[in-house]
T-cell receptor, first 114, second 113 residues
């Protein structure tokens, strides 16, 4: 069984500040890991994914995440927050290999202060 | 390119009424299809998934059902809605050969009164 933990429900940063959203996973097999973003009243959009290639993954909108097996973590970062980054962010895990279902964390809301 | 459509976008229904939410995918064949429900502060809950026509797996016991009458069509239904069925419903698909990347529809917001 797999699980994802996203501690806290809300993070607030100033515009231009570093964004750090934490994600820890549990998996008994090598995982695939994902970050999704959701804007209000919209579906989820893939930000980036880790599928056992490079451990530092770059995604859209300047976000990146690093897979750290020893820490079972996949934290999402962005060097400089923009007002348009305000949204809800979900971390997800699946088993490696095709046709494995994703398990999502509870999500975390990012607010960006002017 | 592939696209996914969900409708209706918004629905207000009385308790005890039926429900039908539809989802269609274009530009691909034999996708894996999913229905998720999102409730505030609870993340995404997988309700149903389907790997082919007529093949439905249910993840949680509930008042809802799903059907897949065609390869790229996925329908979420209920005969009698409960207050607890209110939420944001998301349809999603993956390619059978992809890296499990889910592509989501825009969602359907259901309010049961």
């Amino acid at each position: 069984a797999q699980s994802v933990t996203q501690l806290g429900s809300h993070v607030s940063v100033s515009e231009g500040a570093l964004v750090l959203l934490r994600c820890n996973y549990s998996s008994s097999v090598p995982p695939y890991l994902f970050w999704y973003v959701q804007y209000p009243n919209q579906g989820l959009q893939l930000l980036l994914k880790y599928t056992s290639a490079a451990t530092l993954v770059k995604g859209i909108n300047g976000f990146e995440a690093e897979f750290k097996k020893s820490e079972t973590s996949f934290h999402l970062t962005k060097p400089s927050a923009h007002m348009s980054d305000a949204a809800e962010y979900f971390c997800a895990v699946s088993e490696s290999g095709a046709n494995s279902k994703l398990t999502f964390g509870k999500g975390i809301t990012l607010s960006v202060r002017p | 390119s592939q696209t996914i459509h969900q409708w209706p976008a918004t629905l207000v229904q009385p308790v005890g009424s039926p429900l039908s939410l539809e989802c269609t995918v274009e530009g691909t064949s034999n996708p894996n299809l999913y229905w998720y429900r999102q409730a505030a502060g609870r993340g995404l809950q997988l309700l149903f998934y389907s790997v082919g026509i007529g093949q439905i797996s249910s993840e949680v016991p509930q008042n809802l059902s799903a059907s897949r009458p065609q390869d790229r069509q996925f329908i979420l239904s209920s005969k009698k809605l409960l207050l607890s069925d209110s939420g944001f419903y998301l349809c999603a698909w993956t390619s059978i050969s992809g890296a499990n990347v889910l592509t989501f529809g825009a969602g359907s917001r259901l309010t049961v009164l």
